[in-house]
């Protein structure tokens, strides 16, 4: 008689773990469909500005303007110039599905004579992960 017990009480525990384990990861593969519709889509009318000729020890800059085209809200974790002369200023705050936004790039001329070829990349949640802005300029020596 134990051991009928026994064996109907460890089937009664398996079933129920079986059960629990299928519904987390029915539950997890649904969420992940979801995250995967809700995905932001960062769209800009330019990825690349040529200042054209700048005198050397002028500060220049451009504003990139870009839209959330995804179903999710957009965050822009960090946007990071390749080298200390270009600085970018973006929003802090995330861009809401059909929104737009901008990023203010300003590059510093001084001791930057000749061409100049540089990067903003930003970090975002979208995918690709990365977006990169580029501007160029062709600076001219202060004699």
Do not use: Y
Not at 26 to 42: A, C, F, G, R
Not at 105 to 131: C, E, I, M, W, Y
């Amino acid at each position: 008689m134990k051991k009928v017990i026994l064996l109907a009480s460890f089937a009664l525990v398996m079933t129920a773990c079986n059960s629990a384990t299928d519904r987390i990861e029915s539950s997890t593969e649904v969420e992940n469909e979801t995250m995967m519709e809700v995905l932001p889509e960062i769209v800009f009318e330019e990825e690349f500005h040529d200042f054209g000729e700048v005198n050397e020890g002028l500060v220049v800059e451009h504003v990139f303007s870009f839209k959330n085209e995804g179903e999710g809200p957009l965050i822009i974790s960090n946007a990071q110039g390749s080298c200390g002369c270009t600085v970018p200023v973006w929003p802090r705050q995330p861009i809401a599905p059909g929104a737009t936004g901008e990023i203010k790039v300003s590059f510093n001329s001084t001791g930057r004579a000749g061409k100049q070829d540089k990067r903003v990349t930003l970090t975002t949640n979208a995918v690709p992960q990365t977006k990169v802005l580029n501007i160029t300029s062709t600076v001219i020596a202060s004699n």
